[in-house]
């Protein structure tokens, strides 16, 4: 709120989230507000997947390589990854880079013999770089794929994290 002229005028701003792209204000008897439209930043997009998958038992730890080709303005690089541990609780995902850079976790759950996890990396250089994942414990079977999205705000990539389990069939 603001004072002209000993009247009292207020602001508002509407879709706060970054850069102001529109400004319309309105002014009436003794009544002023401004409104500041916020341009939305580009839809987010699938830009690019690679998958590398294992069967078989490996006593662990082994280590999966592989390329992955990133491109687009505001990345976020996602590692998806299903472990399907010979000992129940033994396999997990102790390392995870691209280019030689550490992802970061963002969740993983656990039932029976069956991990799955989630490790992500904002902003990844641009181009076809190696990925690099290490898996602790024995393994029956690893399926690590991992997707390129644009257009993801890199301050705050994730809006949250949330994981079930559960067993299915026909």
Same mark, same amino acid.
């Given at each position: 709120?603001? %004072?002209? @002229?000993?009247?009292?005028?207020?602001?508002?701003?509407?879709?706060?989230? *970054?850069?102001?792209?529109?400004?319309?204000?309105? +002014?009436? !008897? #003794?009544?002023?507000?401004?409104?500041?439209?916020?341009?939305?930043?580009? +839809?987010?997009?699938?830009?690019?997947? *690679?998958?590398?998958? %294992?069967? /078989?038992?490996?006593?662990?730890?082994?280590? @999966?390589?592989? $390329?992955?080709?990133?491109?687009?303005?505001? #990345?976020?690089?996602?590692?998806?990854?299903?472990?399907?541990?010979?000992? $129940? /609780?033994?396999?997990?995902?102790?390392?995870?880079?691209?280019?030689?850079? %550490?992802?970061? @976790?963002?969740? !993983?759950? #656990?039932?029976?013999?069956? $991990? *799955?996890?989630?490790?992500?990396?904002?902003?990844?250089?641009?181009?076809? *770089?190696?990925?690099?994942?290490?898996?602790?414990?024995?393994?029956?079977?690893?399926?690590? !794929?991992?997707?390129?999205?644009?257009?993801?705000?890199? !301050?705050?990539?994730?809006? /949250?994290? $949330?994981?079930?389990?559960?067993?299915?069939?026909?």
């Amino acid at each position: 709120s603001f %004072s002209l @002229k000993s009247d009292t005028y207020t602001y508002h701003a509407t879709n706060p989230p *970054s850069n102001p792209a529109v400004i319309d204000s309105t +002014l009436t !008897s #003794r009544h002023m507000s401004l409104y500041v439209t916020y341009t939305a930043n580009p +839809l987010i997009a699938l830009s690019n997947t *690679s998958t590398k998958i %294992s069967t /078989g038992f490996n006593a662990g730890p082994v280590t @999966k390589n592989w $390329a992955h080709t990133t491109a687009g303005a505001n #990345r976020l690089l996602v590692l998806f990854a299903d472990i399907w541990q010979d000992v $129940a /609780g033994t396999g997990s995902i102790t390392s995870a880079t691209y280019n030689g850079v %550490s992802l970061t @976790k963002a969740t !993983s759950t #656990r039932a029976a013999g069956m $991990a *799955s996890e989630i490790w992500y990396l904002a902003n990844p250089d641009t181009g076809s *770089s190696t990925v690099s994942v290490t898996i602790t414990g024995a393994t029956d079977a690893i399926k690590l !794929s991992l997707a390129t999205f644009t257009g993801v705000d890199q !301050s705050s990539p994730l809006d /949250g994290v $949330a994981n079930e389990t559960g067993f299915g069939g026909n």
